[in-house]
């Protein structure tokens, strides 16, 4: 009898190891992990016979809060968000724009959506996917109305699925049988799916080094006009300066006598002067001809912003000019009193 009984136990442990688990158990040992990294491809689409788009995308994440999101790797389209647990960076390779943001900015999540996870693997896009947030639910709370679905079951796959109220629309989420590791997530409509989310690599619990959560952008890139127009501003009159130095120093050495290049400096000054009253004078009668005139953006927009560069033009040979007077002060350049 009791070789009996511990046959039945036995029989019995191994029924219910080999019963799937609920999602929200195979998910919770997840949310404990100190690194996350997943890799895979999703696409969307609204229509029924459009074919659905293969958009890949990598993902790392650590318990510190430092992550990085990589849509498109490896391609002209690539775009790039990661944090160091304090700034959010976001670098898109195809137009060389980069911007950051603190993480506490109100439109941090314009750039990435929930930048501030708990859990390394709230990152994963699959797990996003499947958290229904406007339901007010988290990750596990979502993925308790699952059920299994056993006619598209089989020995490799685990398939859960939940349906609408209305039968038409429901989501579905593919398991391994032999691990229990998340492979695929769908979305349907119909009974055609309409959007996906396929796992094609995970890591869980090891090493990451700085490749894997951070992105280095060129200095040129990150000082250029378009994404630091303050630091390339400062750098163009900075070199404007020094140019302008070696210029005035030629000619102060050249010339025959000092007073002749203060001359030609007093001279410049006078076109410069001109030159600047002109310019005004036709950005001034051009915005007051274009004050109410309609568009989209108005034409007045477009006067102020061409306005703007003539300003920062003539600051510049401002600054040219005035780096004359550094080499003047010089003692061989001294006009004698």
Request: aromatic share 14%; hydrophobic share 45%; glycine share 8%.
């Amino acid at each position: 009898m009791r070789f009996a009984a511990l046959l039945l136990a036995v029989f019995a442990a191994a029924a219910r190891a080999a019963e799937p688990q609920p999602l929200e158990s195979l998910a919770a040992p997840l949310l404990q992990a100190r690194t996350y990294c997943e890799t895979g491809k999703f696409g969307f689409t609204t229509g029924p016979n459009e074919p659905l788009p293969e958009n890949r995308y990598r993902v790392c994440a650590h318990r510190d809060g430092r992550f990085k999101y990589v849509d498109s790797p490896e391609e002209r389209s690539q775009i790039v968000t990661w944090s160091d647990g304090r700034t959010l960076h976001r670098y898109v390779e195809y137009g060389r724009n980069y911007q950051k943001r603190d993480l506490a900015a109100r439109d941090a999540d314009h750039f990435y959506e929930r930048p501030r996870e708990a859990a390394p693997a709230l990152h994963s896009r699959l797990f996003r996917q499947a958290t229904r947030s406007g339901a007010g639910l988290d990750l596990l709370g979502s993925l308790k109305d699952y059920r299994i679905n056993a006619e598209l079951s089989n020995a490799r796959q685990t398939v859960y699925e939940r349906m609408s109220d209305d039968r038409r629309g429901g989501t579905r989420i593919r398991v391994a049988a032999a691990d229990g590791a998340f492979m695929r997530y769908e979305s349907l409509y119909d009974g055609v799916v309409r959007g996906y989310v396929e796992i094609a690599e995970r890591r869980v619990d090891l090493p990451l080094d700085e490749t894997d959560l951070g992105y280095e952008v060129p200095l040129a890139t990150r000082s250029s006009w378009q994404n630091n127009p303050r630091v390339f501003l400062s750098g163009l009159f900075l070199l404007t300066a020094l140019v302008g130095a070696a210029f005035w120093a030629w000619r102060f050495r050249r010339a025959v006598h000092p007073y002749d290049v203060v001359s030609d400096r007093r001279r410049y000054w006078r076109v410069f002067a001109w030159a600047f009253g002109a310019v005004a004078a036709v950005f001034g009668a051009l915005a007051a001809l274009s004050w109410n005139v309609p568009g989209h953006p108005p034409p007045f927009f477009f006067i102020v912003g061409f306005a703007g560069l003539a300003a920062i033009g003539f600051g510049l040979v401002a600054c040219f000019l005035l780096s004359s007077y550094v080499i003047q002060a010089l003692p061989r350049n001294r006009i004698p009193r």
